[in-house]
């Protein structure tokens, strides 16, 4: 072949067989990030919520450690963040915010808050905001509500770190009201 771009199959299984023994251990070693989204509970990730009708829920804003680990390992200073996504079409809305004493809060949840600690500190959980929703559906079915970073979480000695978002699944049960059944006949004359 041109170029001396020939070679054995032997000597092509060999040189990926290498490749790949060298690439399982770093394919075995993954990073975690701490995470900073929405909770159904105040003091860990709960994903799921039971709503009903028009009552109103509350979800919170929490910073949690890599899923598997205790602590958060740093002391933090600020975050940037937002409540991103309701799923589908606005589904739910946003009737009360509770915002955490611990951080001065800055700008719009909807589209990005600075929080900014008074006092550095570290933990286990860190609740930045309790927010009270309220569904605008009148489908009973799964809907997912999501806040997340915006940008890098600084440390207190402005080390900036990578945190991913969190979601909370809403499993929604409409108030129905039944309907009398009516005939054909009743329905045309409606429209007479």
Not at 116 to 121: D, L, P, R, T, V
Not at 150 to 176: E, I, K, P, Q
């Amino acid at each position: 072949m041109s170029l001396g771009l020939h070679r054995s199959l032997g000597s092509t299984l060999a040189v990926t067989l290498a490749i790949l023994g060298l690439a399982a251990p770093a394919a075995a070693q993954y990073v975690v990030f701490p995470r900073l989204g929405l909770s159904a509970a105040p003091d860990r990730y709960e994903p799921n919520i039971e709503v009903h009708g028009d009552d109103p829920f509350d979800l919170w804003v929490l910073v949690l450690p890599p899923e598997g680990e205790a602590m958060l390992g740093n002391e933090y200073g600020s975050f940037h963040w937002a409540v991103l996504e309701a799923c589908c079409g606005g589904a739910a809305r946003i009737v009360a915010q509770d915002y955490s004493p611990l951080y001065q809060h800055e700008g719009d949840i909807l589209f990005g808050i600075v929080s900014s600690a008074q006092e550095c500190g570290s933990g286990d959980v860190i609740e930045l905001c309790r927010l009270t929703l309220q569904m605008t559906v009148d489908l009973s079915g799964q809907y997912f509500i999501i806040a997340g970073p915006l940008s890098l979480a600084y440390t207190c000695n402005l080390d900036g770190v990578v945190m991913t978002d969190m979601m909370v699944y809403v499993t929604y049960v409409a108030d129905t009201t039944p309907v009398e059944p009516s005939s054909w006949s009743e329905v045309k004359s409606l429209f007479r």
